[in-house]
């Protein structure tokens, strides 16, 4: 949905001026995705909005980048490339924690075992429905063992079960880079935001997340200067 700078402009002159005004929600009009052909590297760094969005410029103008969604296309990338060349990192616990599985979770589990241990983690199958887990892919919280495979067996659901493999993979490269990626509200350095922009545009789809979604919206020089009634 666009919002035309003609929208602007009060349509009846008998109108009191105040309606002249561009209603607030004009600006989310005009804020857009960005396609990859219009990226350069020409991005500088103005700070972060609300502890969430990046705001820089390019030579386009003004861009906001969603700094968990950025950060989840460059470790779905890298998740996805370790397991094709079979050099998945792995941390160990320095004590295995053991997990009770549900029915639906022992299904999925059994379903996507070795597709877990090629992205780095180290289970064994206990007696009934317990695992061990002995290690969990790089870049992960150890500590979190738990919640972690729990989270990826509740993506790996009965109906993709059945999937491709390759479905499989990226579902759960997905899930894992969702869960190690920086979240929103939480404050980050210039070095940081630069090095997540430096790396998401080397990247496979520095555009959109692995679930579709947009990683970075454009405000146009020109719709800027519309808005503010610039000719
Ligand atoms: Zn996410």
């Excluded at 857009?32 to 390019?58: M, N, P, W, Y």
């Excluded at 022992?106 to 992205?119: I, K, M, P, Q």
């Excluded at 993506?155 to 190690?180: F, Q």
Aim: proline share 7%.
């Amino acid at each position: 949905p666009s919002t035309s700078a003609a929208q602007f402009v009060a349509p009846s002159s008998d109108r009191p001026a105040v309606n002249v005004l561009p209603p607030l929600v004009s600006a989310a009009g005009i804020a857009r995705e960005v396609t990859v052909e219009s990226l350069t590297k020409k991005i500088r760094v103005l700070g972060q909005l609300e502890d969430s969005f990046i705001i820089a410029t390019d030579p386009e103008g003004l861009l906001l980048i969603d700094q968990h969604v950025a950060h989840e296309r460059i470790l779905f990338d890298k998740y996805r490339a370790l397991e094709a060349a079979r050099t998945s990192e792995s941390q160990n616990l320095l004590v295995p924690e053991t997990f009770d599985l549900t029915p639906a979770q022992a299904a999925a589990f059994d379903a996507v075992a070795g597709e877990l241990e090629s992205y780095g983690f180290a289970l064994m199958r206990l007696s009934g429905r317990t695992v061990a887990i002995k290690a969990v892919p790089a870049d992960l919280p150890p500590s979190e063992a738990r919640n972690i495979l729990a989270e990826v067996l509740e993506t790996i659901d009965a109906e993709k079960r059945g999937a491709a493999r390759a479905t499989l993979r990226d579902e759960i490269a997905a899930s894992l880079a969702c869960r190690a990626a920086i979240k929103i509200n939480m404050p980050l350095t210039e070095e940081k935001m630069r090095w997540l922009i430096d790396r998401l545009l080397t990247t496979s789809s520095p555009t959109t997340c692995p679930h579709g979604r947009p990683i970075i919206l454009r405000l146009k020089k020109r719709d800027i200067e519309k808005a503010f009634h610039r000719p």
